[in-house]
């Protein structure tokens, strides 16, 4: 699947704003088939409020019309620029394996995240 199609959420959530969208799961390590879902983490700018609508509006469009072009469900985790790097840092089972596999479509890469915190 073209990386295209994941990497258009980076502006389609919010205009005024880009996140960072990675791909970690079977599709990260080239195991999916046909009936895998992809599955994402969507890093939202810390500015932005996570309750906000059209942030919430915008990530489930990208998500439904990026389902409908790559024929495969999309399981998203939303998740705060700070939070990621701490998760990141702090590990878990789920975290670990996006460290490990995560593969960067749009925005920063997984190694940038933490330098973005600092400067």
């Known amino acids: 699947m073209p ?5 258009t959420g980076g502006t389609a959530a919010n205009g005024r704003c880009r996140s960072r969208i990675i791909v970690f799961g079977s599709f990260a390590r ?7 879902d ?3 983490v969507v ?3 810390d500015e932005v409020d996570p309750d906000d609508d059209a942030w919430i509006e915008g990530i489930d469009r990208w998500r439904r019309n990026a389902g409908a ?5 999309i399981e998203v985790i939303e998740v705060g620029l700070t939070a990621a790097v701490e998760k990141l840092a702090d590990g878990g089972p789920v975290w670990d394996e ?4 995560g593969v960067s479509v749009f925005g920063a ?4 995240l933490q330098d973005l915190i600092n400067a």
């Open 3 to 7: 990386a295209i199609v994941l990497s």
């Open 109 to 112: 890469s997984l190694d940038r």
């Open 38 to 40: 992809i599955d994402v």
């Open 30 to 36: 080239r195991e999916a088939d046909r009936t895998s």
């Open 69 to 73: 072009i790559a024929g495969n469900d």
């Open 98 to 101: 996006i460290s490990r596999d």
């Open 43 to 45: 890093v939202r700018p």
